[in-house]
């Protein structure tokens, strides 16, 4: 099966063939014809099987009819949206509609919450064909009428078990309420609960069903490793693995926003470049750790579960679990990083004895018996010896300079980078706290700021129902089921 087979335009077959796609995935083979045809679709696919051209590029072909230059925002009217349950995961479906849709006259734009909306109105303002956005945000826009949905023909839901999960259900239904009723609707997920196929009956019309990945299917491709570690050995063993293999672009996972934060520090201390991404790093410093792993400006990235969800790092060879995960699901999706698009990956885990529970599950889920492989205690004791110990110039010092440097990038693409919300050590501060910067993947659990609008018509009985603080604070139970079935 060719791309040229699967009826998309010139126009998209050039900027699939830039990118070196030589096939389609199977994904993109099966979505593809159907999507043209202009039926709904349910897709089971996880990150990493190709699935965001698998929309993208049939939608585009589908808008290519409303491709126009000209300057009148009237002329732009949003045809598609796609919703997305993070912005990095918003981000990356972005860069990709701009990446395959490069030799097409369509506009798009992107909107997520955590950083100021005022550029996201005058970009969305000047007309955008497509819009990405992450649902809360999406909800602000329409409140302050900024976005106008009335003339949306295709509606995208991309890891919908995700958004499930955070609490983005009532958003949902409220975006749902503003959308014409005549439209195409596709849905992705890397998982079929209950939930999902609910909330598909309720969007879905005779949708089909395609499954390319079996759910918690793993990559043939990805070698599994199980080293049983003592947790005071753990770093030692992360040392010997860089240095023994020379690992230079590695993704490492730990349980523990304290323990990540830990972890980079102790690898920073021993010289090797790294930075941690989690729920207590701002907008800045996540986007920056992510651009500075993908251009290998750092060789390792240490990451939480929640933080790393849907990131698309490509040519990832190895990822390491410092600590298994409480939940075996979370192993599928730590792992899923790696071993993509033919490539092999290597996913390393350091089990310590309390972790044996933890293992028996993962395997229990994948339906395989991890290798276990030993590692030298002697070299172990070795590397320990030769940690530097030495703590470098004095933590205010450095704070100092990290913030300055992060306000210079911030300020430029974001608007103003403000000490009283991220303070000089980059955490949130109380005062921002107290602000609610809206950010559900990181302050949870994830509070809707707007009513179940289900009865209203209009955007404007919204507006109004909005005010009414009764429905300011309802919190989600959603995200609390989750992580008590962690538990
Ligand atoms: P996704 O599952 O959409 O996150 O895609 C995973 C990765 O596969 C991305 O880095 C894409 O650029 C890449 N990709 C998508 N389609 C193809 C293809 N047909 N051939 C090779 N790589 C692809």
Redesign the pocket.
Known sequence: MTFEQLGLSAELLRAVHE?G?????PI?AQAIPVILEGKDVMGGAQ???????SFVLPMLKRLEVHANNSMSPAKHPIRAVILTPTRELAM?VHDSVKTYGKYLALRSALVYGGVSIDTQIAAVRAGVEILVATPGRLLDHIQQKTVMLSKVEILILDEADRMLDMGFLPDLKQIIQLLPMQRQNLMFSATFSDEIKKLANKILKDPVLIEVARRNSISELITHVVYPVEVSRKQSALMHLIKNQNLQQVLVFTRTKIGADRLAHFLSRQNISCAAIHGDRNQLQRTQALEDFKQNAIRVLVATDVAARGL?I?ELTHVINFELPNNPEDYVHRIGRTG??GAKGYAISFVGKDEDGLLASIEKLLGIKVKVDQLDEAELRKQQNEFVKKTGPAKEDKEKTRFSQEKKRFEPRFGKYNETNYGATGRKTAAAKANKIEDPLFTQPYISKYPDIASLATASELNKKTINKRFANRALPALFTAINKQK
């Open positions: 990118q796609y030589t096939e389609p995935t993109q990150t990493g099987t190709g699935k965001t051209a990356q698309d490509e993509r698009a």
